[in-house]
């Protein structure tokens, strides 16, 4: 079984920052893109910012400038360094992977992991 857990939520005035975690454990033999979404009350869940397994970034527009994913494969985290805060990035925060995994005589490639979810609240 493949876990995800997210760290780094919580309250902040606008105009600060937060910096979210999430660490992937479990029958993991190698991660190809990890990634962060959000989703806001009445709205969709949506795309903030991706890493491949080779280091490319993929940021939404709204993000682009403020926000800075990273990872560390020895540790199987990814990180999402979140500056500029604005009420509109108010949201649940999720944590996504996509990953290759083993067990017993098998290996399965390409299976995608969600996490919970954080949330963070941005004060105007």
């Known amino acids: 079984q493949v876990q995800l857990v997210e760290s780094g939520g919580g309250l902040v005035q606008a105009g600060g920052s937060l910096r979210l975690s999430c660490a992937a454990s479990?029958?993991?033999?190698?991660?190809?893109?990890m990634g962060w979404y959000r989703q806001s009350p009445g709205k969709e869940r949506e795309l903030v910012a991706t890493?491949?397994?080779?280091?490319?970034?993929t940021y939404a527009d709204t993000v682009q400038g403020r926000f800075t994913i990273s990872r560390d494969n020895a540790k199987n985290t990814v990180y999402l360094q979140m500056n500029s805060l604005t009420s509109e990035d108010t949201a649940v925060y999720y944590c996504?992977?996509?990953?290759?995994?083993?067990?017993?005589?098998?290996?399965?490639?390409?299976?995608?992991?969600w996490g919970k979810g954080t949330l963070v609240t941005v004060s105007s």
């Open positions: 890493i491949s397994s080779g280091g490319s970034l």
């Open positions: 479990g029958n993991i033999f190698s991660i190809n893109a």
């Open positions: 996504n992977i996509n990953a290759n995994v083993e067990g017993s005589g098998y290996r399965r490639y390409g299976i995608m992991y």
